[in-house]
């Protein structure tokens, strides 16, 4: 499977583990039609293994972790089964760790499908893959979605109490009278007291998301923004701006912007350029083909009407593209921008800071999350390629 993509599950019952190079936590998590969970009791992992319908599943270091999910003992509102994996070791990213999820028929053992998340980094916890319902079949979706904040920011986001570490205090009897809490559960075993841990470190550059929230967005190679403000996914008309300039005041450069749509399987779609200005049944528009590269403003632009956009739709890969063979290190000044077609503002930016000799770059990607909304990454990666053509490939490879 391949992110976004999803199959029918044949059985009621499925076990998902998580295979890694490294010991990994895998859990579960119930979810309700809003997305959150009821309460802390459908958050399933190894302090709490069991809940309606889902169980977790040790490998006891041998083999891989499992959540189990019976879709038919599951409760009346609970429309999805998420499945996240964490490194067992604390701060542990998944840097060089490829983790693999299988999807298995719970009784016989038979692989239904598997997983691989591809271009993970300083990610700490992935939500894997999702067990969901649609019109009335339980289905598996391949998700691959990383968090810089560890699974407690799965958790949190998913309407989870998490409980942070008390401060150090001096000690103090308790009333007698006063009753105690029951304890939350927690999100990692019991462990030693030990000396008060060093502050984190910064996230690591492209670590985890912004949204639109507080205004423009700046991105630097591999960052991503979630096109969501106020709580709400960004469906609606979007133009990129695509620009650049001759280096060095050298001659005039003829590059041609382009996007590539692409379905769950990374399967190419359809390329909108200079020579089929309009695709997916005019969803995607592009504005023309620009000969010279001088004047301010965009270059090209390319309209996409993300309400419009076909739900096979789940990738576009936006590049630029030199066919009369100019190198990009005679290009300067060239960037990408995201407006809001509606009002002319300018919501996400990414300006290219290197060059490569090269014909093709990358310059940035949307994805559509398995929650609706759309994200957007920098990219900024160069291939050879003079044609649109030639980038559909290597375009497909970093989704």
Known sequence: MTPGSNIPLPVTRVAVDVAAPVRLDV???????????????DFIFYNQPAGPGVTYRSGGGTAPDAIIVDTSALPPGIEKIVVTASPDAAGQTFQGVEPTATIRGADDNSVLATFTPPQLGAETALVVVEIYLRNGVWKARAVGQGYADGLAGIATDFGVSVEEPAAAAPAQP?????????????????AAPAAPPAPPAPPAPGAGKVNLDKGRVSLQKNQTVSLVKG???????????????????????????????????????????????????????????????????????????????????????????????????????AYCRLLDAATGEELVRFDLTSAEPQTGVMMAKLIRQFTGEWDMTAMGDFVKARTVRNMVKPAAQSL
């Open 27 to 41: 859990s579960g998590l119930l979810l309700t039609a809003d997305g959150k969970v009821r309460s802390d009791d």
């Open 174 to 190: 308790a009333a007698p009278s006063q009753p105690v809490a029951p304890p939350m559960p927690t999100m990692q075993p019991p």
């Open 231 to 333: 709580g709400s996914p960004l469906l609606s008309q979007v133009r990129m701006g695509l620009g650049w300039e001759p280096a060095y005041r050298g001659k005039d450069i003829d590059l041609d912007a382009s996007v590539i749509a692409y379905g769950p399987q990374r399967n190419h779609i359809d390329s909108c350029y200079f020579g089929k200005l309009s695709i997916v049944n005019g969803a995607i528009k592009h504005s023309g083909d620009n000969l010279t590269g001088e004047g301010g403003g965009d270059d090209e632009v390319i309209t996409v009407d993300l309400g419009r956009l076909p739900q096979e739709v789940t990738g576009l890969v936006f590049t630029v593209n030199s066919f009369s063979g100019q190198k990009f290190t005679e290009v300067a000044k």
